[in-house]
């Protein structure tokens, strides 16, 4: 157990539809990361958020948002759904900003199935 | 961003050491290598980081050559556990508005099987 824990755990949905993940970062993690993976792309970053301030973004589609809250948890949200959207999305927390040494806790994903 | 080339899979037997091999000609003398494995879908795990010194934790070892340009991930006694998916990534820094941040870019990685 990584200590990050993300929901839904499942989801599924129709093309067109908007939905929300959810992430909470390991006790003490202020990094938020997010990640995509699906079969033809494999893993891919899609942004970061450190203390509820966007820091880096990855090839995140502009109908896909995400927002930190005060209490560090975050949100993914996607919109106007495609099939190609299906995937498994996961949540990374680590401590600090950058640095070679804050090593990422991946939680166990949610799976979207858009139909 | 320093790429990564692996092996695509990978059998080992159970006892036995797993040696992984990443070749990274291209990073920079800043650059960390960083391994990384995913269990069937589960989200991937963090093993052991590198700079230039081998290095060892209670999972694994990292050997690194001298000229930086290719390491190995050693598993001392494989277990039917350490199936999975084993990435070898190069930590890039990306500037951003206030400092910098840090991504993982995960290549395609090595599929290690351990079989009885």
């Known amino acids: 157990d990584s200590g990050v824990t993300q929901t839904p755990k499942h989801l599924i949905t129709a093309t067109g539809q908007r939905v929300t993940l959810r992430c909470s970062p390991r006790?003490?993690?202020?990094?938020v990361y997010w990640y995509q993976q699906s079969l033809d792309q494999g893993l891919q970053f899609l942004i970061q958020y450190y203390n509820g301030e966007e820091r880096a973004k990855g090839n995140i589609l502009e109908r896909f948002s995400a927002q930190q809250f005060p209490d560090l948890h975050s949100e993914l949200n996607l919109s106007s759904l495609e099939l190609g959207d299906s995937a498994l999305y996961f949540c990374?927390?680590?401590?600090?900003?950058?640095?070679?040494?804050?090593?990422?806790?991946f939680g166990p994903g949610t799976r979207l199935t858009v139909t | 961003d320093a790429k990564t080339t692996q092996p695509t899979s990978m059998d080992c037997a159970e006892g036995r050491a797993a040696n992984l091999p990443c070749n990274h000609s291209?990073?920079?003398?800043?650059?960390?290598v960083y391994w990384y494995r995913q269990i069937h879908s589960q989200g991937p795990q963090y093993i052991i980081h590198g700079l230039k010194n081998n290095e060892t934790n209670e999972m694994a070892s990292l050997i690194i050559t001298e000229d930086r340009k290719s390491s190995t991930l050693i598993l001392p006694h494989a277990t039917l556990r350490d199936t999975a998916v084993y990435y070898c990534?190069?930590?890039?820094?990306?500037?951003?508005?206030?400092?910098?941040?840090?991504?993982?870019?995960f290549g395609t990685g090595t599929r290690l099987q351990v079989t009885l």
């Open positions: 990534i190069v930590r890039v820094s990306i500037p951003s508005y206030t400092g910098t941040a840090s991504k993982l870019t």
């Open positions: 006790s003490g993690d202020l990094s």
């Open positions: 291209t990073i920079s003398g800043n650059e960390y």
């Open positions: 990374a927390s680590s401590v600090g900003l950058a640095g070679a040494h804050h090593e990422q806790y």
